[in-house]
């Protein structure tokens, strides 16, 4: 399923707003059948952002149990799987903050060198790469890059769920774009040791 | 595999890959939690009169019709209302520091605010050590304090619950950190079975390490010593793991328990931490 089809599933057309407004008046059993509509996609996206499965189920646990206490408050029932994506975000902020990467990173130097423009997605290396330059991007553009690239929602309804502008929405993922390639770069270099005490 | 274009290429495709399901276990953990979990009250008034039903505008208009007469009789009595009075019986300035409290703004973290905290009194934040030059001032949590500027900070809107560890996960707790590390203060009304700071810390000791599991253990040590924060005493519990260390004070001021924590993942030794979180705390100043 690409990006704009998970958009136009999971944003707009699957939480019945009948299911919302009996959970917004207290129906545990309503907001289970919720939890279970949305878990899936918001623990996906938890994932992207934090890049770890455990940290993950904690911001998505954390998320749908915030969200149940602060529901009476939702005014408007068809934006709820908005809403509980923005209590998602600031889950995974806190869970970034709170899981602060501290060991040492030690590269390994290339035997052959950087490596070679343009590899493509295909290479393991280029997706270790990645890997490593994107958890290097403060949470805040990932977690843009995240809901505009994985979700496929435009710049201006990640802005509306992020409750930012949409001009921040827009710097946020430019830097993304340009940490990612910041960090490459450097991760084609020789080696560095990180590491810095509360 | 640096421009833009194929980077961006690279990126989305890469951003697909991984797990698309979420675990059974964490959504159970989720559901069970929210068995025992009540509803927040919602309090809010109808923004517009026209969003309100018949009977809620009957009341409304009665009762702004009731406040309008009493105002009236109020200032229209002899001797009128002395106008200047409340800025003379304000308290008086303290001599040193010199940061007076004003209600904050609006935190804009927590999707819905509380409802409108009460505006605080004038106090002066304590002085901090030095570099520790941005002041905060929480009229949710009714507290000040200076920290240095080169942190961030993070308001939060919601006061917390009694008997609560904070929920992680946005607005029921202000947040100050230093790059990707830093620490959670908050303050709930205490509750009738917890009402004064033995019986509050012995319950948050207890509470705390069930909430967060990776602060205890194998390899785990505890230890408890008490301080005074703001002139008040305090309890200060510690987890020391060997990847994840957490100091977590604990504080009872104006019938709210507050809590003040440092929770970081590392090997960090408590003879390092203990000094900064001292230097965090040195400001730390209870609203009167």
Redesign the interface.
Known sequence: MS?ADRSRHHLRDEVDRDIVERARR?D?EA??VL??QV??T???VA??ILRD?GLA??????????A???????RETDRFEA?VH??LV??C???????????AQVRELPIDGP?A?????ESIA??D???HA?RRIPVEQRAV??LH??LGLPLVEVAGIL?IPAGTARSRLHYA?AG??DA??ADSEPIVQEG??? | ????R??????????????????E???D???L???T??????L?IPRRFTDMTLSARLVAAAVIGVLVVGAAFYLLRPGGADLGSAAASSPTPQPTPTVVASPSPTP??A??PSPTPTPLPSFAVRKGPAGYDQVHISDVYRYGLRYPSTWTF?PGGLLNESDAIP?????WND?Y??????IYVTAGPLSTTRPDLATFSVWVAAKFPADYSQYTGAGCTQATRNLTIGGEPAVEHDYLCP?HTALWVVAVHGGLGYQVG???????KLS??RP?FDKFLQSFTFAP
């Not at chain 1, 149940?68 to 408050?73: N, S």
């Open positions: 990006a207290g545990r907001y289970a939890v279970h878990s899936d918001l623990y996906a994932f992207r499965t189920e904690d911001a998505l646990q954390n998320a749908l149990v915030l149940w206490k602060r529901l009476p408050h939702l809403w923005r209590i600031h889950a902020y806190d869970e970034s903050r709170r899981s602060r990467p501290w060991t490596s423009p343009d590899m493509g997605i280029t997706r790469e990645l890997e994107f890059f995240v690239h994985y409750e774009t990612l390639r490459l770069i810095r005490l509360a | 595999m640096t421009d833009d194929s980077l961006e290429r690279a990126a989305r495709s890469w951003v697909e890959t991984g797990p698309t399901r979420a675990p276990s964490a959504v953990r989720a559901l939690l929210i068995e979990t009540p509803q927040e009250r919602d809010r804009t973290l999707p819905t993070d929920v992680v996960g946005g607005g947040f950190s230093e790059g990707n590390s830093g990847q440092w929770l970081d993942d590392g090997p960090f390092d931490l900064k």
